[in-house]
């Protein structure tokens, strides 16, 4: 069975950084792009960005490119996000997402396991 | 950046009703599109795949059409654990893009 557990949000002054993991199991880690998804409250879905299944590529929303950065351990079965120079409209829940497809866009990929996501907010 | 316009943002129907829901796309993006659905307080789950192709397990009242800039996501006969926001996403290229969603209510 596919688990995806997101460590590390809370609450963070604006202007400031946090760093967001996820533990994968129940596949092959290695084989699959991964996603980080955040909904604000009461808000919609916003894709944030992905990772190929070798850090070859990845790719930003416009809202978070030049604060944010993902990588992947695939030694590790770990995915994660350094979030820097925060924003109080960086508050939402953030999902750590797998991929059907090793790329992240294409013809082939589409999101088919989600964690439970762990909330971020930022706030003074 | 691709924009994909999702239509109705929210809809009143009642169960056995036939609903239909529209995205747009900015400029063409093949069939590289998928349907989610989300109920309050759950992560969101996937119906549809490559624009017309049923995920496994989901009940076939629902239906996927289009390709190129318009998208729709049909339920046939609208059931009670069918009230939920569903949500289009574009992944053909970067960035991927969500639509705004469109609230499913009971009339």
């Known amino acids: 069975e596919v688990r995806l557990v997101e460590y590390g949000g809370g609450l963070v002054q604006p202007g400031g950084s946090l760093r967001l993991s996820c533990a994968a199991s129940?596949?092959?880690?290695?084989?699959?792009?991964m996603h980080w998804v955040r909904q604000a409250p009461g808000k919609g879905l916003e894709w944030v960005s992905g990772?190929?299944?070798?850090?070859?590529?990845?790719g930003y929303a416009d809202s978070v490119k030049g604060r944010f950065t993902i990588s992947r351990d695939n030694a590790k079965n770990s995915l994660y996000v350094q979030m820097n120079s925060l924003r109080p409209e960086d508050t939402a829940l953030y999902y750590c997402?797998?991929?059907?497809?090793?790329?992240?866009?294409?013809?082939?990929?589409?999101?088919?396991?989600w964690g439970q996501g762990t909330l971020v907010t930022v706030s003074s | 950046d691709i924009q994909m316009t999702q239509s109705p943002s929210s809809l009143s129907a009642s169960v056995g009703d036939r609903v239909t829901i529209t995205c747009r796309a900015s400029q063409g993006i093949r069939n590289d599109l998928g349907w989610y659905q989300q109920k309050p307080g759950k992560a969101p789950k996937r119906l549809i795949y490559?624009?017309?192709s049923l995920q496994n397990r989901v009940p076939s009242r629902f239906s996927g059409s289009g390709s190129g800039t318009e998208f729709t996501l049909t339920i046939s006969s609208l059931q009670p654990e069918d009230f939920a926001t569903y949500y289009c996403?574009?992944?053909?290229?970067?960035?991927?893009?969500f639509g705004q969603g469109t609230k499913v209510e009971i009339k």
């Open positions: 129940g596949f092959t880690f290695d084989d699959y792009a």
């Open positions: 997402v797998k991929d059907i497809s090793p790329y992240c866009y294409g013809s082939g990929p589409g999101f088919d396991s």
């Open positions: 990772i190929s299944w070798n850090s070859g590529d990845s």
């Open positions: 490559g624009a017309s």
């Open positions: 996403l574009q992944h053909n290229t970067y960035p991927l893009m």
